[in-house]
């Protein structure tokens, strides 16, 4: 049975296991293919990214693993790279450094704080609450319509391989406690974002880590936005963004589910000769 994952993190930036390691779990995990995506250097300090001065040794560990470990898996070097407000020309693919087979086009940032450092949208309620109230004067609706339009930009500028965790915007939003996801400007705003990204050639992904992190209940996108991902035939794959060596695969089998009854026939997954495509009851789990 085929299995790959192409977001992972290693301790090159916040990941807790060595590039190896995850390599090691991912051939135990029986994955046939698997992308190692460290967060990518970004000119400005964060806790969480790969430092600039570790990218070539990043590379060059990755070149080296592929090889020892080439007839057992088909490992990929990738990396997550920020599309960041005011920071286009640093995050175009052309400046991306040779030796990287793909990138995940993600948006973590959405602006300034008074203190003129950059917020996430995905580290905690009280930041998000932050950020809305010093980068957008309290409007809501606008950092959220402001975070789709950049996943636009980014899809038209960058065409990532994969776009990251599409409606990331949600981590902080249980209960619909910063805006309504079922309310029709919600929807439209997403839906536009969506039809830029079927314009061009990236991959949406499936992302469970936030589930098998336990703190989400839905996967990245949510079902409703993934039925129009299928309508649009925008191409998906299945990521779990795992952090550490136990989550490679983590929920893949409830992904391949999910994305079955919503009435996908097929899931894309990147190969050495680029990405191709399986039908998706042919990844269902079977017991033997
Ligand atoms: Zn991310
Ligand atoms: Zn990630």
Redesign the pocket.
């Known amino acids: 049975m085929l299995r790959f994952n192409y977001h992972s993190h290693t301790n090159y930036c916040d990941g807790t296991c060595s590039a190896e390691n995850m390599i090691k779990s991912a051939i135990d995990q029986g994955l046939r293919y698997f992308g190692i995506s460290s967060h990518a250097p970004l000119p400005f300090e964060t806790d969480w990214t790969m430092k600039n001065t570790d990218l070539i040794r990043y590379i060059d560990e990755l070149k080296q693993l592929k090889h020892k470990y080439k007839n057992k898996i088909t490992v990929f070097s990738g990396l997550?790279v920020d599309y960041v407000p005011d920071l286009e020309m640093l995050t175009n693919k052309a400046d991306l450094i040779s030796g990287i087979d793909y990138i995940i086009g993600?948006v973590?940032f959405l602006g300034k704080l008074k203190d003129a450092t950059r917020w996430t949208v995905d580290y905690d309620k009280s930041e998000f609450e932050r950020g809305i109230s010093e980068s957008f004067n309290g409007d809501r609706k606008s950092a959220v319509k402001n975070y789709f339009r950049l996943i636009g930009d980014m899809a038209d500028k960058m065409e990532p391989d994969i776009i990251?965790?599409l409606d990331?915007i949600k981590k902080n939003n249980q209960n619909n406690y910063f805006f309504d996801e079922s309310e029709p400007w919600y929807i439209e705003t997403v839906r536009n974002c969506l039809k830029r990204i079927a314009n061009t050639s990236s991959v949406i992904e499936i992302n469970t880590g936030g589930v098998a992190r336990g703190y989400m209940k839905e996967f990245y996108p949510s079902d409703w936005i993934l039925k129009e991902v299928l309508e649009m035939e925008i191409p998906v794959t299945i990521s779990s963004?795992s952090h550490k060596s136990e989550d490679i695969a983590s929920r893949f089998d409830d992904a391949v589910s999910k994305l079955e009854s919503l009435g996908f026939e097929k899931i894309h997954y990147l190969t050495e000769n680029g990405w191709q495509k399986i039908d998706v009851g042919s990844l269902k789990w079977q017991k033997k």
Do not use: A, P, R, V
């Open positions: 997550e993600s973590h990251g965790h990331l963004d």
